[in-house]
């Protein structure tokens, strides 16, 4: 069917009713204005964690909380301690892992929906959406578009803008690609694709086709298999792809090709990857 808009993203008819960019969920974003307004945050280096979790009653403690880098323990009711990794606390992982927790102390998450804070993925249902909800925060209190949106005014944005997005808000890749398509107006995308099989994606609002997760990548897609990674990732730089490999939406995407670079994720098996038309 014809494409139409839905607010600033995307949807088609007799398709998925998603729409792209993904945004974050507004209470959260709200929430997490609402505390750098507060405390008069005025640039990426005044985002002190430790100082804004203090001020709002919820005290880091340098402590292996187990298996993950940060938990928040409920205390008394005006009260908690955020558990942090003292060998990851400044890291990106750490911060944002501070922000999450710092997200539930915020949103008034229970102790019953915490739970789900273990390293696994959470269930489907409220605890699902509570820990949405504290990532949707994070990224907004660690990239507020107030201070991000300048960053990701690229005409034609590449891995290297996001790359110093990154550095410059002290976040992984990743999540300043994800916080990346949802502040552009130029047409990009980005996705983590694990075993040729896409795990998640956002993109932009002027991407002109939907990914979709656990599609498994077509023939031309260089993340598509460990042999076409490996030499796409020798290379080190975007490389064409077309878009039928990319994209479950055949009809619209044979006529386009996107120009293709991935990265390995350290530590892990994934491999991020950024899509911009060619």
Known sequence: GRGRRRGRGRAFRGMSTAVWP??????????????????????????????????????????????????????????????VDPDGAKTPRGRFSLAHELLHWLLKHGADLLEACSGS?????SRFKAEHAADDGAATLLMPGYLAADHCGAAQPTFDHVFEFAESFTVSAAAAGLRYVQLASAPCAVACVRHGVVRWWNASAA???RLARRFELGPGAHA??????ERHVREGKPQLAP????????????????????????????????????
């Open 22 to 83: 993904k945004m974050p969920d507004p209470e959260a974003e709200r929430v997490s204005l609402a505390l750098l307004r507060k405390h008069d945050v005025r640039a990426p280096g005044e985002i002190h964690l430790e100082r804004l979790s203090e001020r709002e009653n919820a005290y880091v403690v340098a402590k292996r909380p187990g298996n993950v880098t940060a938990r928040l323990i409920h205390g008394l009711v005006d009260q908690a301690l955020i558990y």
């Open 121 to 125: 993925d959470p269930a489907r249902g």
């Open 207 to 209: 991407f002109p086709v």
């Open 224 to 229: 598509a298999s460990p042999e076409s990674l």
């Open 243 to 278: 878009g039928f490999a990319w994209s479950p939406d055949k009809k619209r995407a044979r006529p386009l090709s996107f120009l293709e670079h991935a990265v390995p994720i350290a530590g892990t098996e994934d491999t991020l990857v950024w899509l911009v038309p060619a």
